[in-house]
């Protein structure tokens, strides 16, 4: 079974343009995380949703990012405009939910490893 | 809040020798699940162990195994027989009841040693 796909995998880019990190979730998994990493504040979580439905975004750092997931199967975080202090490691985690006993661990992508000059 | 603490930013073993990995949370929930996940240089997060907090045996999964305290609020990892591919950052997790997500603690990068 494929697991959970990040695209790109690298992605270098000034200062000021729009990034857009994309995920795919493993098929019939119906929640979806975005983390980020970094070497000072390790792993956070930005946002996750809930059968295609943001639940909580309290972790997106400011207004420049913003998170979709339009159907199942995908998902984009958008970063616009980009400063040197996003460059990070961005995770997308997803699992399935089979209700509040589920003890079903979270899946991640490879990550994308955004640097921003 | 929830929050995971790792004491230990490094630790090193020698190959085919046992270590612990130190874990500790916070959390007023009585049900709960805690995972171990390992981050090689390649960058994936891989699933090592888990353990339901309403289970009192000890979760193990062949070389790893885990000290799960829950009075004390404690689950050390030990990897017996270490292996140079154990080489890696470890993080623990903790995830309350429902469809959350993970707390991770900050990791603690384990060097095994030929």
């Known amino acids: 079974d494929a697991g959970v796909i990040q695209s790109p995998r690298h992605e270098v880019t000034e200062m000021g343009q729009e990034v857009t990190l994309r995920c795919k979730p493993i098929?019939?998994?119906?929640?979806l995380f975005w983390y980020r990493q970094t070497m000072m504040r390790g792993l956070e979580l930005l946002i996750y949703?809930?059968?295609?439905?943001?639940?909580?975004d309290s972790g997106m750092p400011e207004d420049r990012f913003s998170a979709k997931m339009p159907n199942a199967s995908f998902s984009t975080l958008k970063i616009q405009p980009s400063e040197p202090r996003d460059s990070a490691v961005y995770f997308c985690?997803?699992?399935?939910?089979?209700?509040?006993?589920?003890?079903?661990?979270?899946?991640f992508g490879d990550g994308t490893r955004l640097s921003i000059l | 809040a929830q929050t995971v603490t790792q004491s230990q930013p490094e630790m090193s073993v020698q190959e085919a020798e046992t270590v612990t990995l130190s874990c500790t949370y916070d959390t007023s929930e009585s049900d709960y699940y805690l995972f171990w996940y390992k981050q090689p240089p390649s960058r994936q997060m891989i699933l090592v162990i888990r353990?339901?907090?309403?289970?009192?045996q000890n979760a193990t999964e062949n070389r790893f195994s885990v000290n799960f305290q829950k009075a004390a609020k404690s689950f050390s990892l030990k990897i017996s027989d270490s292996q140079l591919g154990d080489a890696a950052m470890y993080f623990c997790?903790?995830?309350?009841?429902?469809?959350?997500?993970?707390?991770f603690g900050k990791g603690t990068r384990l060097s095994v040693i030929a």
């Open positions: 353990q339901e907090a309403y289970k009192q």
């Open positions: 997790a903790f995830r309350p009841p429902g469809n959350t997500p993970l707390v």
């Open positions: 098929s019939g998994h119906n929640s």
């Open positions: 985690a997803s699992r399935p939910w089979r209700g509040e006993g589920s003890n079903q661990p979270q899946h």
């Open positions: 949703f809930n059968n295609n439905v943001p639940i909580d």
